[in-house]
């Protein structure tokens, strides 16, 4: 549970940089708050997604907004160069 600031403090230890949360439902915003606060807290560059109310799912809409961060999100990562046009 991303709520749990434990779990954004593991998250750094281990080397996690980046977090995305992304959601395609109303209200992602406010129930993501507590887990963005708890990532930001604990040293790692979180952004939040809200891709609108599309309805839960990975229709071609949400994949185009993820498509959007998706380079912020694997920039470093090892390989990233050959990820970041994943999906276009």
């Known amino acids: 549970e991303a709520a749990d600031p434990s779990v954004a403090r593991a998250f750094h ?4 940089a980046r977090v995305l949360l992304a959601c395609s439902t109303g209200g992602c ?3 993501f708050r507590a887990a963005r606060l708890n990532f930001d807290q604990a040293g790692v560059d979180v952004r939040l997604l809200d891709a609108g109310p599309r309805g839960h799912n990975l229709n071609q809409e949400v994949v185009d907004a993820l ?3 998706w380079p912020w999100l694997v920039e470093d990562a090892p390989d990233w ?3 970041k ?3 276009k």
């Open 13 to 16: 230890a281990s080397g996690g």
């Open 67 to 69: 498509g959007d961060v």
């Open 81 to 83: 160069e050959r990820w």
């Open 85 to 87: 046009d994943a999906g």
């Open 29 to 31: 915003s406010e129930r």
